[in-house]
């Protein structure tokens, strides 16, 4: 079996998911990203209990966790120890048409892939930023919810060479900031720390949440808040987190440059603490 492309789905080793899954119709699903470090997938019950949360927003039923765990360590075992595990949830198959059957039984699905090879070297030098055209529309019901529907996404991440850029900006259709195609933004300035409030459109990821929470227990001053443009590239500071990453320090935005500082490495390294 290919050790860098591993599959389940709904427990059996297969890769293809039936025509009728409206995870495929309708992007009807939610899914988390994960790193797994020394053959152990990090964040785990911060990521499972997202999953869970992003779910019943969508009333979509959720597995077991001991389904999940049962799928993830049969992949891990064949796995490479460094490399990203992915969970997937989908309403299921169904007939067509918008409207959900009720009590429909989800699709389940744990895949792995291998580590991106650059996300060490982007953390040393500092991540190279680009401003997006494409405005992300406003939708409080979907807002903070990691779900399949990405097309906004795939749009904004074809704007911009990988070889020139490491992430996108993407602001709303107001002009406030919301994060980065696959990241959500931090913003240090005069010694306290902001993020963009996510209750319009977004995703709050899980490193988001572990660095709001790291922040608070260092009692470094953090808030939740609207940032325009303008307040980004007066920063001191610009931070870009996930799961994968963790952290990046940005290090250029447009004419803008910054020097990544001892502080970010620090955050990044006390993230690593599961």
Partial sequence: MDETRLSLIDGEARALLGV????????????????VRDGRPLWWADQLG????DAHRLGIAMPEPALWARDVDRLLAQAPAECVLKLVLTRGPATRGYRPVPASPPT?????????AQIEAVAARGARLHLCRLRLAEQPALAGIKHLNRLENV????????QDYDEGLL???AGRVVGGVRSNLFVYR????RTPRLERCGVAGVARAR?????ARLKLPVCEDD???EEVLEADELWLSNSLIRLWPVSRLGSRLWQPSHLAYSLRAQMDDD
Avoid: C, N
């Fill in 171 to 173: 602001l709303d259709t």
């Fill in 227 to 229: 940032i325009g443009l």
């Fill in 211 to 215: 660095l709001l929470a790291l922040a």
């Fill in 155 to 162: 749009l904004a991440a074809a704007e911009f060479d990988p």
């Fill in 50 to 53: 997202k999953l869970a949360a």
């Fill in 108 to 116: 389940r699905i744990v895949m792995v892939s291998p580590m991106p």
């Fill in 20 to 35: 009728h899954d409206r995870g495929l119709m309708y992007g009807d699903g939610v899914f988390r990203t994960i790193r």
């Fill in 190 to 193: 005069a010694g306290r720390l």
